[in-house]
Structures are given as structure tokens and as C-alpha cells.
T-cell receptor, first 116, second 117 residues
């Protein structure tokens, strides 16, 4: 079984400042890792994913994340945030084994609030 | 590409009525669709997984007779909330996935806000 912990429920930051949203996971098998963003009253949009290969993953809207297997982390970063980045961010994990069950396990979410 | 359409976006109904929510993959064939429920300021809770042409697999604690799921084609899954009550009010989100595309990525619909009076 897998689990995901997002260490911060809320992250306030000023516009143009850098931000890091933290995510740690627990799993007994190999995993895929994802970050999704949710704007108010909307579904989830995929920001980026780690499936294999390079541990530094670049996504949309200037976001990137680094997979650290030894620390079981997948933190999301952006060097300079905009007001429009204000949203809820979810880290998620799924089983990556061939034929494995592809259920996504979500963290509790981190509310990013960008202030002018 | 990878667009998932969910309809309606918002529905208000009276207690005791049934509500159907549709989830369509517009530009790909979805071998698997997922239905989630999201409570205010909370994460997504997986309700069930449906594979085209077979019965849905429900998560523990989700009532099968309350939340009927049908995945009749590779582009359409429906969730019917039967005899809805105020405690069923929530935000319901579907997602779709195909094994032939981008390694099991789930693409999400925009969600349906259900309010039961």
C-alpha cells in the first residue's frame, strides 16, 4: 500500500518569490509520482509526473519537481510565483509495476496563496 | 489532447431524487475511468474504478446501490446517485485513463457540484 504526506496545508508567499511545496511518500513497491493543481470549483490539471529516468522533472507553468528515492520525496518548486498560481496543489502516487493497480493515492493538498 | 468532459458542472436536486453525472473522454479511448468525491477543503477520495464493459470496483465503505456506475463504452462512464440525500452533497470528479497513452496517466474532468436540498 502507498501513502502520501504533504507537509504543509497552507503556504503563503509573495509574488515573484520562490516556493517549494513538500511531498513525501511511502510505498513497498516502485511508484509513479504526480503533482496536480486544482483551481476553485474545477477538476485537477496535471502539472508534472515522474515515471522513470531523470529525477528532475519539468512541468507546465514553470514548475519542476525532484524525485529523491532515498528520502522518498517529490517536492514541487517554482523559482518565481505569480498571483495566478494561487490554487490547491495535490501530490499523488500510483503503483508502477506492470499489471499493477493504477489507483492514485492523493496527499491532503497544499493551498498556495500568492500575495501581491 | 487528453480532454475529459464532465456534465453537468452543477446540479441542485430535491432529496429522494436520482442524479446522473456523465464523464466523457473526447479525444481518446478510456479503458479505465475513476470516480472521486471531494469534501470541502479536503483531498480526493476514490469511490470506484470502472473498466469498459465490466462491473465497477468500489472502494471500501462506498455503497454500490447508492452510487451506480456504468461504463458502457470506451468514451463514456456515468455515475448515478440514487435517492440522493443532503449528506450526498459534494463535489464529484471523474478521471479517465488509457494504457496506450502516456503510461497510465489519469486525465480529470472539471467536476460536478451536487447540492441536495
Amino acid at each position: 500500500a502507498q501513502s502520501v504526506t504533504q507537509l504543509d496545508s497552507q503556504v503563503p508567499v509573495f509574488e515573484e518569490a520562490p516556493v517549494e511545496l513538500r511531498c513525501n511518500y511511502s510505498s513497498s513497491v516502485s511508484v509513479y509520482l504526480f503533482w496536480y493543481v486544482q483551481y476553485p470549483n474545477q477538476g485537477l490539471q496535471l502539472l508534472l509526473k515522474y515515471l522513470s529516468g531523470s529525477t528532475l522533472v519539468k512541468g507546465i507553468n514553470g514548475f519542476e519537481a525532484e524525485f529523491n528515492k532515498s528520502q522518498t520525496s517529490f517536492h514541487l518548486r517554482k523559482p518565481s510565483v505569480h498571483i495566478s498560481d494561487t490554487a490547491e496543489y495535490f501530490c499523488a502516487v500510483s503503483d508502477s509495476r506492470p499489471g499493477g493497480y493504477n489507483k492514485l493515492i492523493f496527499g491532503a493538498g497544499t493551498r498556495l496563496a500568492v500575495h501581491p | 489532447g487528453a480532454v475529459v468532459s464532465q456534465h453537468p458542472s452543477r446540479v441542485i436536486c430535491k432529496s429522494g431524487t436520482s442524479v446522473k453525472i456523465e464523464c466523457r473522454s473526447l479525444d481518446f479511448q478510456a479503458t479505465t475511468m475513476f470516480w472521486y468525491r471531494q469534501f470541502p477543503k479536503k483531498s480526493l477520495m476514490l469511490m470506484a474504478t470502472s473498466n469498459e464493459g465490466s462491473k465497477a470496483t468500489y472502494e471500501q465503505g462506498v455503497e454500490k446501490d447508492k452510487f451506480l456506475i456504468n461504463h458502457a463504452s470506451l468514451t463514456l462512464s456515468t455515475l448515478t446517485v440514487t435517492s440522493a440525500h443532503p449528506e450526498d452533497s459534494s463535489f464529484y470528479i471523474c478521471s479517465a485513463m488509457t494504457r496506450g497513452r502516456a503510461k497510465n496517466i489519469q486525465y480529470f474532468g472539471a467536476g460536478t457540484r451536487l447540492s441536495v436540498l
